[in-house]
């Protein structure tokens, strides 16, 4: 039903490039006619929204809010149940073709604008208005003339995928607040809908719970931070204590930020493996009952949760507390990168397994998640880990996040369960982006943005049905070798322009040459908002 849909749009769309001068839209629109003619905003224009259109008020807010800083005289906004002359209304789109959620209709004619949908698609036609004007009204404070006008369009557009994320480590290294919230305006210019937040790793835990105070008062510091590559196994490090974390109502804020910006925030909790910040904290959660302090250097880690029934309900606590934050449908319980080498030695962990009727270390894993799993689920939530939940076994609601590639993704999909791409061939933006010997230092891969925007998150012969589990694709920001939120945007754009088209754009009108010619212009915009993008070649 989906596909036909959005088949039927493609094949009217016209493809990126043909038309005269189509505008430098990112993500491109599924369907998008330039009319000749543009609507000049003067002093008399209002934004007007239909009061009984759910979103309408908050989209014409949003939309103000943006052009506010640009403008000499801020658009007046208000509400009106019809679409006047020299208005940019926001109304519902009852009677038009079905747009979904998050999909819109939009008309400009010399008249005015005129945006309808449901409450995601009117602020998603807000950000396609704004990408319609001048790069310079981007800016905070508008220097010199700008040509306040639109070009004659008709939009009907509408996301390929429901899953189009970012995710950011802030274990490794902690991201102020403030940061993520300019991080968020950006991914709302470009229809994400998702940010997964790594919250906790072996160097560091983010996340302030209230039953287990030491989450934070130890575990969120580490002594210090390993310097550039080891070099023949030696270690260099600086001597600076790192750390940070989110109080709940910090995440509160965040969580509501991104709401009104129609992006969900997924937290991840880690676990059994990248657990040593919580050990340090409770020694009593590991496996050898060694004292162990925040680590302080990167890589995969043999020290793990041990499989107690204490350490269960503990983690089990510790979600409920992350389910009063984040109403979002999926929490991330991680999963990938645990070695089994302690719970092989530990006599008591192989005692356990006896007890538990459990024959293998990887079956003892999946265990683990299907507690997790069987928790989640009973709270009205969906469990999401990444690709090695599916050794041993998945657990009966789990989706999987494949970054090993797309293997995990096909294996999911076809055993009926859902799946998010997050392959390191393609959407790892930690890795290197060019061959520049000025690139900073990464922690090695490469992923140019032409190799980014080649990804199509639907394997290659797979059916309809098949189809339907790829919920769509995620971007990474591993931190590890990111120490700022400048260094981040560096790492995160241009190239998550392209995960955004990825995600949202049908497959059939995506081309790299046409997408390069939108982004030389998009750029400028990232540029006015203040981005640290990395510029093109
Ligand atoms: C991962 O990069 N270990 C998910």
Not at 351 to 361: D, F, N, Q
Request: aromatic content about 10%; hydrophobic content about 40%.
């Amino acid at each position: 039903m989906w596909f036909e849909m959005a088949l039927s749009m493609c094949v009217l769309a016209a493809a990126d490039g043909d038309a005269a001068t189509p505008p430098a839209v990112i993500p491109l629109p599924a369907r998008m006619e330039v009319k000749p003619g543009r609507f000049v905003f003067d002093g008399a224009t209002a934004i007007v929204f239909d009061a009984k259109a759910p979103g309408a008020d908050a989209a014409a807010g949003a939309l103000a809010d943006c052009l506010r800083p640009a403008m000499q005289a801020p658009l007046p906004v208000r509400a009106g149940d019809v679409r006047g002359a020299n208005t940019i209304f926001f109304g519902n789109g009852e009677g038009l073709e079905p747009a979904g959620e998050e999909g819109y209709h939009f008309t400009v004619t010399p008249d005015g604008v005129e945006i309808r949908g449901r409450a995601a698609g009117l602020f998603y036609g807000a950000q396609t208005l704004r990408q319609l004007l001048p790069s310079p009204v981007f800016a905070g404070a508008l220097r010199g003339d700008v040509d306040w006008s639109v070009p004659c369009v008709e939009i009907v557009d509408r996301p390929r995928f429901a899953w189009r994320g970012m995710l950011v480590d802030v274990a490794r290294h902690f991201m102020p607040k403030e940061s993520l919230k300019k991080y968020i305006d950006v991914m709302a210019l470009h229809k994400f809908n998702r940010l997964h937040l790594h919250l906790t790793d072996d160097q560091g835990w983010r996340i302030e719970i209230k039953k287990y105070p030491k989450l934070t008062e130890v575990g969120a510091w580490r002594d210090e931070t390993q310097v550039g590559k080891p070099k023949e196994g030696e270690y260099t490090f600086d001597g600076t204590r790192h750390g940070g974390f989110y109080t709940q109502d910090d995440l509160r804020e965040l969580v509501a930020y991104a709401a009104a910006r129609h992006i969900t925030l997924v937290p991840e909790v880690e676990m059994p493996g990248h657990a040593q910040a919580a050990i340090a904290a409770y020694p009593e959660l590991g496996c050898t009952g060694e004292p162990l302090p925040v680590r302080t250097f990167w890589g995969v880690n043999e020290n793990v949760f041990n499989v107690e029934e204490s350490t269960i309900l503990f983690l089990q606590d510790v979600l409920s507390e992350v389910l009063e934050l984040f109403p979002g449908e999926f929490i991330h319980v991680g999963g990938d990168e645990c070695p089994k080498k302690q719970w092989k030695e530990s006599p008591r962990v192989q005692e356990r397994m006896r007890e538990l009727g459990i024959e293998s270390e990887d079956a003892l894993q999946s265990w683990f998640i299907g507690r997790m799993d069987a928790f989640l689920t009973e709270r009205g939530r969906r469990l999401i880990g990444w690709d090695e939940i599916l050794e041993g076994g998945l657990a009966p609601g789990a989706t999987v996040m494949s970054w090993r590639g797309v293997e995990g993704g096909i294996a999911a999909a076809r055993a009926g369960h859902d799946a998010v791409m997050a392959s390191t061939t393609h959407l790892y933006l930690d890795y290197y982006q060019s061959k520049d010997e000025s690139e900073p230092l990464s922690i090695g891969g490469f992923v140019p943005l032409e190799r980014v925007y080649e990804f199509d998150p639907v394997p290659a012969g797979f059916s309809e049905a098949e189809a339907r589990h790829i919920l769509g694709a995620q971007a990474q920001l591993w931190t590890e070798y990111i120490k700022t939120p400048e260094h981040l945007e560096y790492m995160a754009y241009p190239r998550a322009c392209a995960v955004a088209e990825l995600a949202w754009t049908p497959q059939e009108l995506r081309a790299f040459d046409g997408f390069m010619r939108r982004l030389r212009t998009h750029v400028d915009r990232l540029g006015a908002l203040g981005v640290n993008y990395r510029p093109l070649d």
